[in-house]
């Protein structure tokens, strides 16, 4: 469905935040029979709805809200809108349709289009296929889940996107080339459930994408492309399970896959097969993860007619202006000699346990805990044990106290409790000696106590700020 589609028809736009606007300025010129706007309750994410958004789509709250959205043809839904939302179930039984500003805009753009997803590494990954692509000779305009709602996005020859789950929920078309980068659950009581979660990430790919790129060092993302035959897969990584370091990977049409390898002097360095490109020091983010976040940002330029290899000069020098993203392991020196690390979009277990390996050979101490989802810590437990990393984790609401449950019986992790941000990190400048770090890697969402994962960092530095000294 196209935004033509939307002409002479009545379409009820649900959600008045960023991409809620966006779908209105952009549904209100196509002539639509009528255009309202639903809100089914206060967020902090709502607009004003006054003026001209309030001309071109009415706002219809309460129980007209549910009234509006069951008269219209069409409903446009914003991503916070989950599948087990009571009037999505409405909605769906009496035949409905629902779509997204993402998937109404990918129906008229994905020949020119990169979309990037997954449960970690997505907003790294998309930023560096924009910057290197840029960097290689080709323009393109990033957007998406990591700035601007993709109805707002100017007209471009190439398009890098980062898409949430809720994106790609509603897509009935896939971009030309997509890129997966982990998966891991999440978002369960959007979806309903693993399976659920995992189906909407995935329908990403299952409308006809060119190339897929994926890590191939995702176990449970290569059991899951592999349970989906005839996906044009192109690997990024070893063959190996996850960690370990063999055979480079390929392609169906042997193209060899891009990985990180040892020389014989210890130093890393990304290769294209047997073939070394530059060393692995040229990329500044610290973390094996992100190792392999460069190595699927290489085949998606890959995948798009970039020669990596003849253009390997240009590219490492690229990595040194990298531009860092706010929020995802973000260094805050401090005088005390102490490292903060700001790694507020940590959400999951997973992305927690690849902030601690990147710090893990320096005295550390790791502020967990967040809105309580019912996530399983068990993984973060066993790779403290298995990697038997010393540590001392300081434990938040609401989820804070179950995950230091978790790991209660570690000889090597030592468990404190705050009661808030601000106590937190009191104790972690109490705890933790000059040369160390204290690092704000949750494992879990903002919501609850903040009003998304930007205030949790602005509340981290100001309690920085306000302890110093």
Known sequence: MQLADLRGRRVAVWGTGREGVAA??????????????????????????????????????????????????VVVRSPVIGETHPWVVRLRESGIPITSGTALWMAEHAATTIGVTGSKGKSTTTNLISHLLTAAGHPNVMGGNIGVPVLDLPPA???????????????????????????????????GGEAEYYRHKLNLVAHGPRAVVFNAHDDRLRAELGARPGLPLHPAGSTTASGATGEPASNA?????????????????????????FPRTALPLVGRHNEWNLCVALTALRAVGVDCAAERDRLAAA???????????????????????????????????????????????????????????????????????????IGI????????????????????????????????????????????????????????????SRVFRQAIEETAG
């Not at 890098?160 to 030309?176: F, I």
């Not at 609401?398 to 000889?411: E, Q, T």
Request: glycine share 6%; aromatic share 6%; with cysteine.
């Open 157 to 191: 020859r190439r398009y890098v996107l980062e898409l949430s789950m809720y994106q790609c929920a509603d897509l009935t078309d896939s971009p030309e080339v997509a890129v997966l980068t982990s998966l891991a659950p999440e978002h369960l009581d959007w979806a």
């Open 253 to 277: 049409a042997g193209e060899p896959a891009f990985h990180v390898a040892v020389a014989p002097d210890g130093a890393r360095w990304i290769h294209l097969g047997d073939r070394p490109l």
């Open 319 to 393: 990595l040194a202006t990298l531009p860092v993203l706010e929020h995802r392991l973000t260094p805050i020196e401090d005088p005390s000699g102490i490292t903060f690390v700001d790694d507020s979009l940590s959400t999951i277990p997973q992305s927690a346990i690849h902030a601690i390996e990147a710090y893990a050979t320096r005295p550390l101490t790791v502020i967990v805990g967040g809105e309580d989802r019912g996530v399983d810590y068990t993984p973060l437990r066993d790779f403290l044990a298995g990697q038997e990393v010393v540590a001392t984790l």
């Open 397 to 456: 609401p609401d989820s804070g106290p179950r995950i230091l449950d978790a790991v209660k019986d570690l000889d090597t992790i030592t468990t404190l409790t705050a009661e808030d941000l601000m106590g937190a990190v009191r104790l972690g400048r109490e705890h933790t000696p000059a040369g160390g770090v204290v690092l704000l890697s949750p494992a879990a969402p903002s919501y609850g106590r903040f009003d998304n994962y930007a205030h949790r």
């Open 24 to 73: 209105i300025n952009a549904i209100a010129p196509v002539g639509t029979a009528d255009l309202v706007a639903v809100m089914d309750r206060e967020t902090y994410a709502a607009k004003p709805w006054t003026g001209r958004l309030a001309e071109l789509a009415p706002l219809h709250t309460g129980p007209a809200a549910l009234e509006a959205l069951l008269r219209s043809d």
